[in-house]
C-alpha cells in the first residue's frame, strides 16, 4: 500500500514568482519520494521596484494578488493539503513589503512568510542537497538569485559555512552591486575555501539550469569552467533579441543570465573548483522537503 500527499510551495523571488505542486508518496519501509506534479513560473520582477525605488509599486502588488488568487485557485484543484509561501530578497528589503503580505492575505487568501538569506540557505538544503555531496570531498553551493547570492560550504558530508551577499542579477543589471561587494565575496570565498584542497561547485537557480539544458549534458555531468567561460563570452557577444530569437530565452531570462553566469565564474575563480554540478533543486523544492520533515 501507498500513500500520497499532495503537497505546494510558493517562492517569490526577486525576478519571479513559482508554485510548484509535489506529490509525495510514501511506502512503509521505504523512503519517500518527492515527484514533481507541476511548476507554474510567473515573471514578475519585484527587484526591479525594491532595489531602484525602494517600494513594490502599485502595479505589480496588483499583478501579485492575481498572480496569488490564481495559485490558490490552483491549489484547489491539486487538492494540496500543505502549502508554504516565501518570499526573499526583495520583499523583505522593500519598505512596504509587510503591507503587501497583508493585502495579499486579505485578497488572495495566501500567507506569505519573508524569511531572510540563512533561513532561504538552510530551506535549500533541506532539498536534495544532501544525497549530492560524496562525504569525502567539498562542495561550495551557490545559489544565485535577482537580489541575492547565497554561499554554502559543505566538507565530508556536513556545513562548514555559510553567508548570503547582497549580490544578485537584479541589482546587477540596475548596477547596484559596488566593488567592495565584489571584494567581500571574493575574500569570503578565499578564506572558506583555503583549508581545503580540492573543491566542487554545486549551482543552483533558474540561470544555471537554462545554461545546463543548453550543454545538453547528462544529468549528473559537471559544467567545466572553459563551458562556462565560453558560454559567457558567447552570449555577451549576443543582442538581447538575439538570445530570445536564436536560444529561445524567455523575456525575463535573456537579460539575467549573464550577470548570472558572471557570479558563478568568479565563485569559481575564487574557489578554485574547475567544475560545477547542477542538480535542478531551489527553494520551492526545499521548502516541500522542509515542511514534510517539520523543519518549518
Avoid at 494578488?65 to 530578497?89: G, H, N, P, R, W
Avoid at 531572510?116 to 535549500?124: L, N, S, W, Y
Wanted: charged share 25%.
Amino acid at each position: 500500500m501507498i500513500n500520497i500527499k499532495k503537497y505546494a510551495a510558493i517562492d517569490i523571488g526577486s525576478n519571479a514568482m513559482r508554485l510548484l505542486i509535489t506529490n509525495i508518496v510514501e511506502q512503509e519501509g521505504k523512503e519517500p519520494q518527492f515527484n514533481k506534479s507541476s511548476l507554474i513560473r510567473v515573471p514578475i520582477r519585484l527587484g526591479q521596484d525594491a532595489f531602484t525605488v525602494g517600494t513594490i509599486t502599485e502595479e505589480n502588488i496588483n499583478r501579485m494578488v492575481d498572480a496569488m488568487s490564481a495559485f490558490k485557485l490552483l491549489m484547489q484543484v491539486y487538492k494540496i493539503e500543505l502549502y508554504k509561501a516565501c518570499a526573499t530578497s526583495a520583499m523583505r528589503e522593500a519598505y512596504n513589503g509587510k503591507e503587501v503580505v497583508e493585502i495579499i492575505r486579505n485578497q488572495a487568501g495566501i500567507d506569505i512568510e519573508i524569511i531572510d538569506g540563512k533561513v532561504e540557505a538552510a530551506i535549500i538544503a533541506s532539498s536534495d542537497l544532501h544525497n549530492l555531496i560524496a562525504t569525502e570531498k567539498t562542495y561550495l553551493f551557490v545559489d544565485v538569485g535577482g537580489g541575492s547570492t547565497e554561499f554554502s560550504l559543505y566538507s565530508e558530508g556536513k556545513l562548514v559555512t555559510s553567508k548570503s551577499f547582497k549580490n544578485g542579477t537584479v541589482r546587477l543589471l540596475n548596477n547596484m552591486v559596488h566593488d567592495i561587494v565584489w571584494e567581500e565575496i571574493e575574500k569570503w570565498i578565499k578564506a572558506s575555501c583555503e583549508p581545503f584542497e580540492h573543491v566542487i561547485l554545486i549551482g543552483s537557480g533558474g540561470n544555471i539550469n537554462k545554461l545546463f539544458k543548453l550543454s545538453g549534458k547528462q544529468q549528473d555531468k559537471p559544467l567545466s569552467y572553459l563551458y562556462l567561460n565560453a558560454q559567457y563570452q558567447y552570449l555577451s557577444a549576443l543582442t538581447y533579441d538575439q538570445r530570445i530569437a536564436e536560444l529561445g530565452l524567455n523575456t525575463d531570462r535573456a537579460d539575467v543570465i549573464i550577470p548570472a553566469t558572471k557570479i558563478y565564474l568568479n565563485a569559481m575563480k575564487w574557489s578554485g573548483a574547475r567544475q560545477i554540478y547542477v542538480p535542478k533543486i531551489g527553494l520551492s523544492d526545499g521548502i516541500v522537503k522542509a515542511m514534510y520533515y517539520n523543519k518549518i
